[in-house]
């Protein structure tokens, strides 16, 4: 092996890595605050990503009426739970989030979609519909549900994943497509050269990471989220709306998802159901990092992406084989690090 | 003067059965009230109910608004507020972050008082601001639990069982505080198996047993009451007093 | 014989079915897609409804079973029949192998795993050479008995569902067994369990390699069904949809599998053969739907539609009490001697750098009552977890009956007659008191698993019933014997806990906080009680905070403070113990 090829997958597998790493940052995010495993958050990669593709040839996509219809039956639920105490203020927020909000945002998408729209207003489109669509999503579908066990939430979670990779063929079609790079700059160093999107992706991986970790350390929403994950009555007890707790953590994975998916799209080309294999091997990252710890997702993230560039190298055919039985042997090391003794205290 | 909290003919049911049955109660301002009875009499569920954890019939008034309508939160941004039984801190966070958090529905210049006000009356947590909640000692958790409902300068603070599994000599300095509150201008409404100690230093005292109150009065009536001190108070062996 | 007759009408029901005249072949095709899924589903009910381990991965094990019969009749010409014990065998040996890995994970860590090695295999299955890659193996030969060959799906329709009507009666069978409440008491944690000798590790493998063994019959039957194999039914969605099936149903009731394999594989084919017609040939509708569907479903039933069926039904089983009469040999016991029951020499446990333990020494003799007292977090329940074997100790001696027992696991001291309660209740909510008391007499009985899938554990199973039922009485509870666990009060709940551990027959009675939650007349019957087993021959070591009951009761007392010895002896020495009142008492005592 020389050190071009190295150093090339090298290159290869941390730029995966780092992809792998934000959809694992999402999916922790969203299991400490709502105890849901998000197997959708690749729907959230693929609809951010082909969204912003379609927005690119200036068509609008499916996906901007999708969030308002999902609006609309945010509307309704919420005016249902609410339906004994309907205060004007209460039926206001309703309104402004579950109807002006996602309206806003497939009104604005017809009226800058063209050919000519730059990328940066492509990509904000692209970011609120998706937005829209997982704050709904947890309005819909696990909000009424959020006190029952992991197991029913993770049954819902895969039922949402398939009714949004369906939507998502209708939406974009069988066929695959590619968006335009974020920026054409590109720097060799050595053998080695660093295009402006794979600098994109460090950067943004990066900035996410220390952006969440700010949050959740210092500011009183964030220490408010991590509350509610770790004990549920507890912050409703101070007055946290573990609801609003929900929603602002879907909206943070969304978001994350579609700008992974961004950022993929202009180096592989996607299809309406790649998002559940990129999103699978966020989790390991996850699983890994034992859906509590951001920098080892982090870390795990990378790790996975190196091993699967090095494996489709050698083993191209076993590639999918060595990248999901590699964490058997973390469960296990993990597992026996964790305490005998869960609660038994004096 | 309308009291702080009214409670007026409420049911509560476990499905099909009954936990509790046609109960009213009432807490005036600045007024210590005590629920006791045996484990299973309705007490914890009844203030569960109160805080709105769980459904309940009838009427409800609270600072002089029906809170039939309101959920938890609202509740608490109301100015009521409950440290359950099992206290549910947030156990892999440290003191200060539970504390702030206690402060989450009220301004942040307001809550830096509330700071002052809660490690004057614990200053066991001030000493242990970094350490996490779970790590605390029982007593030291309660206090927290206590602290952190405080934070939100409560008008009535609902107390379930605040000595359950606690050292005798926590038991004496929790209940102190307890009576300190309503000089600080707190009403509390406590439920207590410890009976002796809550007629100690309760105003007024309700007797529960299977889902309704069968007695009621001033806590000192209470106390010489035959039927209680022979079912919930014991007849005192020699130095072996509960507290 | 009230839990047979549905069995035998649902058995009837299912024979009649294909005897129907003019019933569309098509229908029967389905009910065979319920039958394979039911069985996959049945499985999933013991392993995590019942059992708490969610497994994403069955559908693998029905690969295994599958690919057996595929490979040995295809390519070497094995009779299918010989290869049904082997493609169980393939599938168990799978389970074991991987279930000696995943069952160690702990919490969400092991439906993750299954995750991850249930797409490992799919992507295995489809890459192997001998198995056919993608393309899978077809020309399997159709199940024959003689020259009758079962090529049409009413034929192999009697073998899917005599499968499924027999593994539904063994696993009720099982459930309903010494074996099948250890198992039952898994989803609540390992503790409770292994402090009365259950191995819990063990009982898991158990269920896992059971699980994976009905898959592997599933994955048989539908090899010789379909006549083909490929790897796509035995992949991650598939494995996901099983648990679907599962859940949907009622993920702790062997009837919500067969309900839920119904639900699901009609709620699919109505979903593919009409959608289309309604709105105009639009592919990948039905998931769409599916998925929506399935959420709704979720919401408006979170445990499962068989529970909630079961809810609107009249139909309650009528529980036969125990005969009494029974009785299982009781624990030899030395004659009274002085020497130590428990004895503890500079006992030590540190966490971390936290010594919570701190050298402490103190005995129980015979027929003695000894309390341990202390503030909170003075290392008290933790002295308990080091004597039950729950914690490994820092450093020092524990002996029971003059054995070592510092590094014994607790299912060894509970044999040395060693039984406990728990500072927070540690109950199975939804089985009776008396199942809950039963689990303490564990060890008492012998039969195994396969005993109880047969009903040759009768005899056996009567004596422990029998026992738990007299416990129960002992303590005062025999009111409550048919009530669940978790509908108790509290201190009830204590109680149950005390009748288990004398279902141990135990030599020792390690109780942590007895009294909390009782009133005055409740604490002074269970005072009378504790005296009464006293004098019986028994040993009690209590932790407990209500300073009257325990001055009353104890015969001797040991102080403990930030993990440290302070003081030991007699109640009165204890009361005026300056230091005892400085660190514990307070002035008020």
Redesign the interface.
């Known amino acids: 092996m020389n050190t071009t090829i190295l150093l090339f997958l090298l290159q290869d597998g941390i730029t995966n890595g780092a992809i792998y790493a934000l959809l694992g940052l999402a999916l922790v995010l969203v299991f400490a605050v709502t105890r849901v495993?998000l197997i959708p958050q690749g729907e959230f990669v693929t609809y951010g990503a082909l969204s912003y593709a379609m927005l690119a040839t200036g068509q609008v996509p499916g996906t901007a009426k999708l969030a308002v219809a999902m609006g609309l039956v945010a509307f309704g639920l919420d005016l249902f739970s609410a339906r004994?105490?309907l205060h004007s203020r209460l039926v206001a927020r309703a309104v402004a989030v579950d109807i002006v909000f996602p309206l806003a945002v497939c009104l604005l998408t017809y009226a800058l979609a063209g050919p000519k729209t730059p990328i940066a207003v492509n990509i904000a489109l692209a970011l609120l519909i998706v937005a829209a669509i997982g704050l709904f999503l947890y309005r819909?579908?696990f909000q009424?549900?959020a006190h029952?066990s992991?197991?029913?939430l993770?049954?819902?979670s895969?039922?949402?994943?398939?009714?949004?990779?369906?939507?998502g063929?209708?939406f974009f079609g069988a066929e695959g497509l590619r968006g335009p790079a974020l920026s054409s700059v590109a720097l060799t160093a050595g053998s080695l050269r660093f295009t402006g999107q794979s600098l994109a992706v460090y950067g943004l991986a990066i900035a996410f990471i220390v952006a969440l970790w700010l949050f959740f350390g210092y500011s009183?929403t964030g220490?408010?989220l991590?509350?509610t994950a770790?004990?549920r009555?507890?912050?409703?007890?101070?007055?946290?709306?573990t609801t609003l707790s929900g929603q602002i953590a879907f909206l943070l994975a969304s978001l994350i998802g579609a700008i992974s998916g961004i950022l993929i799209v202009p180096i592989t080309t996607l299809y309406y159901d790649t998002g559940f294999l990129i999103g699978?091997k966020g989790?390991?990252a996850a699983?890994i990092g034992?859906?509590v710890s951001y920098p080892l997702t982090a870390v795990a993230a990378i790790l996975v992406g190196v091993v699967e560039a090095f494996s489709s190298f050698y083993a191209s055919?076993?590639k999918?084989?060595i990248v999901?039985?590699l964490?058997?042997p973390v469960?296990?090391l993990?597992?026996?690090a964790?305490p005998?003794?869960?609660?038994?205290?004096? | 003067m309308s009291a702080l909290l009214s409670v007026a003919e409420v049911h509560i049911a476990y499905g099909k059965v009954e936990a509790v049955r046609g109960v009213s109660l009432e807490v005036g301002t600045n007024e210590i009230v005590t629920i006791i009875g045996a484990n299973g009499a309705g007490k914890t569920t009844l203030l569960n109910a109160v805080m709105g954890i769980l459904p309940l019939q009838g009427r409800t008034v609270f600072a002089s608004e029906d809170m039939a309508t309101l959920d938890i939160e609202d509740r608490v941004a109301a100015g009521l507020s409950l440290v359950p039984e099992h206290r549910e801190l947030f156990a892999t966070m440290n003191v200060e972050d539970n504390l702030q958090l206690g402060a989450f529905r009220i301004p942040k210049a307001t809550a830096a008082n509330s700071f002052e006000r809660v490690y004057s009356l614990f200053p066991r947590l001030k000493e242990r601001r970094k350490q996490l909640a779970g790590t605390l000692s029982g007593g030291e958790q309660q206090m927290l639990a206590m602290g952190r409902a405080l934070m939100g300068a409560p008008k009535l603070l609902m107390l379930d069982e605040p000595s359950l599994g606690l050292a005798p000599i926590i038991v004496a300095d929790i209940f102190r505080t307890i009576g300190e509150l309503r000089a600080a201008g707190v009403s509390v409404l406590l439920v207590e198996q410890n009976a002796q100690a809550a007629l100690q230093i309760a105003d007024r005292a309700y007797v529960m047993e299977l889902g309704e109150f069968v007695l009621s009065g001033a806590a000192r009536d209470i106390a010489s009451n035959q039927r209680v001190a022979a079912s919930y108070l014991g007849f005192q062996h020699e130095g072996g007093s509960a507290v | 014989m009230t839990q047979r007759l549905p069995l035998i009408v649902f058995a009837l029901v299912m024979a009649l079915i294909p005897l129907v005249p003019g019933i569309p072949p098509f229908w029967i095709v389905l009910l065979d897609n319920i039958g394979l899924a039911a069985l996959v589903a049945m499985g999933l009910v013991l392993l995590t409804g019942v059992g708490g381990l969610t497994s994403f991965g069955q559908a693998a094990f029905c690969g295994f079973g599958a690919y057996t019969t595929a490979v040995l009749t295809t390519a070497y010409g094995v009779s299918p029949w010989l290869t049904l014990p082997l493609s169980l065998l393939v599938s168990g040996i799978a389970a074991v192998l991987l279930g000696i890995v995943t069952v160690r994970l702990s919490g969400h860590y092991l439906p993750l795993g299954t995750i991850a090695w249930g797409i490992g295999l799919f992507y295995l299955f489809s890459k192997l050479e001998f198995l056919g890659r993608n393309d899978g193996i077809s020309g399997i030969p159709p199940l024959a008995i003689g020259s009758y060959k079962m090529l049409s799906p009413g034929a192999i329709y009697c073998a899917i569902w005599i499968a499924v009507l027999i593994s539904a009666l063994l696993t009720m069978n099982l459930l309903d067994s010494r074996t099948g409440r250890a198992i039952r008491a898994l989803r609540r944690g390992h503790i409770a369990a292994e402090a009365f000798g259950v191995h819990t590790p063990r009982a898991k493998l158990l269920v896992f390699i059971y699980a994976a063994v009905l898959a592997g019959l599933s994955g048989w039957l539908y090899a010789h069904f379909q006549r083909a194999a490929n790897p796509t039914p035995f992949g991650p969605q598939a494995g996901i949809e099983y648990l679907f099936i599962a859940v949907v149903g009622g993920a702790g009731y062997v009837w919500g599998a067969v309900l839920g394999a119904g639900i699901v594989v009609i709620l699919k084919e109505v979903l593919q053969s009409y959608l289309p017609y309604i709105f105009g040939g639009q592919s990948q509708l039905e998931t769409i739907v599916f998925g929506i569907l399935l959420v709704m479903l979720l919401q408006l039933a979170p445990s499962g539609v068989w529970p909630w069926l079961m809810a609107w039904l009249p139909l309650k089983a009528a529980r036969k009490r125990p005969d009494t009469s029974l009785t299982l040999p009781a624990r030899e016991r030395a004659p009274t001697t002085s020497a130590a029951l428990l004895q503890l020499d500079r006992a030590r446990k540190q966490f971390g750098g936290v010594t919570a333990v701190n050298d402490v020494s103190f005995d129980v003799k015979a027929r003695e009552i000894v309390a341990l007292i202390g503030p909170n977090g003075a290392g008290k329940s933790t002295t308990f977890n080091l004597i039950t074997g729950v914690l490994t100790a820092t450093g020092g001696k524990i002996a029971v009956l003059g054995k070592d027992v510092e590094d014994a696991p607790p299912q060894e001291v509970v044999k040395l007659g060693v039984a406990r309660t728990f500072q927070h209740v540690k109950l199975v909510p939804d089985m009776t008191v008396l199942e809950n008391v039963a689990i303490g007499a564990h060890l008492r009985g012998h039969s195994g698993a396969v005993a109880s899938m047969f009903r040759l554990d009768r005899a056996d199973e009567a004596k422990l019933l029998a026992e738990a039922a007299r416990q129960i009485e002992r303590v005062g509870l025999t009111d409550q014997i048919d009530q669940l666990a978790g509908s108790l009060s509290l201190g009830q709940q204590r109680i149950v806990e005390i009748a288990r551990a004398l279902c141990v027959d135990p030599m020792l009675l390690l109780l942590d906080e007895p009294a909390a939650g009782l009133r005055h007349m409740e604490k002074q019957r269970l005072a009378a009680l504790l005296r009464q087993l006293r004098d019986g021959g028994m040993s009690v070591l209590l932790v407990e905070h209500d300073m009257g009951f325990v001055m009353d009761l104890a015969d001797r007392i040991v102080v403990l403070d930030f993990g440290t010895k302070i003081a030991e002896g007699t109640p009165d020495a204890i009361k005026k113990n300056p230091e005892v009142i400085k660190a514990y008492l307070g002035a008020a005592a």
Not at chain 1, 233 to 241: D, P
């Open positions: 495993i004994k105490s819909i579908a009424p549900i029952t992991v197991l029913v993770l049954i819902a895969v039922g949402c994943h398939l009714a949004l990779q369906g939507l063929l209708v009183l220490k408010a991590r509350a770790v004990n009555l507890g912050a409703r007890l101070v007055g946290i709306r699978l989790f390991i699983i034992g859906l055919n076993f999918e084989v999901f039985t964490i058997l469960l296990v993990r597992s026996l964790a005998a003794v869960e609660e038994e205290k004096d």
